[in-house]
């Protein structure tokens, strides 16, 4: 009776729950993913590769680094948008997909990454018969590593919340969070398949060389544009 009265009593509803009776851990893990999309953004812009004298961004690398890019771009702001849900006691339900969608987007990013690192130091670096040392760029390795820590965090929120959620609802049935962890997670198979499948394939047929080809002559178009 004089007990302590959670929002979804307060409104009638349920599926409410309270700010309150959210994991400890639900804004701590919502910011960290906040902060590798952020990471994730300034990957993709910053430098993947240099080549002797010639560096290129995400953006120059054949539309990979534009892939990146919106997905973080996306992943964030879906973040940002559960940030008054976890603060008031507004209903925190639709974290447990947001969550899940969020932790695709970081597969998907993560594969994206691991691939060019595998291209880039696979592919032959010898141009005009001339080989050239190549170095991964910083870029790269952040939108990789943000990539595992957003998809790690996403994780963590979508069980946390989806037992929260369960918790604070009888008439919530416990498999609809299930439902939604496991949609993720075989969508996020079928990216990794499909990852591992292109490498394969790629290792087999060979790397399109021309690609230094196209570097060097991004490289001498903004020569001549200076």
Known sequence: MFGKVTAGELHGNPEIVDAADAPPYHLPTLIVGIAASVGILVGSIAPWLRVFVISAN??????????TLTLGAASGIALVSQWD??????????????????????VACLALAVINIIRFTSISTEVFGATFGLQIGWGLWLVALCSAVLSAAMGIMAVQVGKTSTQG??????????????????????????????????????????FWLRLFEQHLARNATV
């Open 58 to 67: 995400g953006l120059e690398i054949d539309g990979w680094g534009n892939a």
């Open 85 to 106: 849900s976890i603060r008031t006691t507004s209903s925190i339900r639709w974290a447990v997909p947001l969550a899940c969608g969020v932790f695709v987007a970081g």
């Open 169 to 210: 609802s009888k008439s919530l049935r416990p498999t609809w969070a299930a439902a939604w962890v496991w949609a993720a997670v075989a969508g996020s198979a079928v990216i990794v398949l499909c990852a591992v499948t292109y490498v394969w394939a790629r290792q087999i047929t060979g790397y399109d060389d021309s």
